[in-house]
């Protein structure tokens, strides 16, 4: 069994747990994400570390809720325990230094993404986030961010057809500048959708976008094959050699686009904008 050592409500239906997991604490690295079971009859499912603690011997996750299984998740509280707590899985990030790092959170990903950009600034990397919301209401994860970057530009949108705008937009103005302030790379987490549209944005320019599949994900092991895709023409898992890989190197974005909508329904409205009526948002 995995204690629940703190659990918070970062704003309605989106919450941090943190668990007691010192061997999962001991190894994690940045990008990389655990699997759990609620209890012996729970579903596995894969959650991004955004971070942990090897004193303590912790393991903190963000979580939103969406389905039956994070709805369990949602109603434990410290002194409750898990029944399974797997990890760390999948590749770390690549960390390095490359200049000036632009990233692009949505959703989770504005947790999930801070202990690879403060990886990256550690690398002596010039940190610009650019963070999207659906409104102030459900905005979290600022004041993370704001520590382990240079600047946090907030896209927030009214929740309408127009929801890729304010995010692209910001990226657009910097990618316009990018003879006068380069951009070295372009790093994503947040929907399908939204990481495409990044990877055509940058692509022209040849910026390297590193996207991370993990919405993707079922399994976690690359048993099941939800998260099996294409890079340069070889089968790929995002669960194994991923979560983090290269946008422009995936073929066939909108077979994951639809793959990903095949699973989702009406029921399963993420903390984010809704792009006619689709629910993966």
């Not at 703190?6 to 604490?25: C, D, N, T, W």
């Not at 596995?44 to 971070?51: A, E, H, Q």
Request: some cysteine; overall charge neutral.
């Amino acid at each position: 069994m995995f204690p629940i050592v703190a659990h918070q409500e970062l704003v309605p239906k989106v919450h941090r747990l943190s668990i007691e997991a010192p061997l999962v604490a001991q190894k994690a690295r940045p990008g990389q994400f655990v699997i759990l079971i609620v209890d012996e009859k729970g579903e596995r499912v894969p959650f991004t570390i955004s971070g942990w603690n090897i004193e303590s011997g912790t393991v903190d996750f963000v979580f939103i809720q969406v389905g039956n299984t994070t709805k369990q998740l949602a109603n434990l509280r410290p002194g409750d325990a898990l029944a399974h707590f797997v990890g760390p899985l999948g590749r770390p990030a690549e960390i390095d230094h490359y200049g000036h790092v632009v990233a692009v959170v949505s959703g989770y990903g504005a947790a999930a993404m801070v202990p690879i950009l403060r990886a990256l600034r550690e690398k002596g990397n010039r940190i610009s986030v650019i963070h999207q919301a659906p409104d102030r209401q459900r905005l979290f994860g600022e004041s993370e961010l704001e520590a382990v970057s240079d600047e946090v530009f907030l896209a927030l949108g009214d929740g309408g057809d127009s929801m890729h705008q304010t995010a692209t937009f910001m990226l657009r103005k910097m990618l316009d500048r990018h003879r006068q302030r380069a951009v070295d790379r372009v790093v994503c987490m947040g929907s399908l959708c939204l990481m495409r549209i990044i990877c055509e944005m940058t692509r022209p320019l040849g910026i390297k976008t590193m996207v991370h599949l993990t919405p993707l994900m079922v399994d976690g092991t690359g048993m099941c094959g939800a998260c099996r895709l294409s890079v340069r023409g070889a089968n790929r898992f995002a669960c194994v050699h991923g979560p983090e890989l290269d946008g422009h190197q995936i073929d066939g974005w909108e077979v994951l686009m639809a793959r990903r909508c095949t699973y989702a329904d009406q029921s399963i409205l993420q903390q984010g904008f809704q792009c006619r009526g689709c629910s993966q948002w």
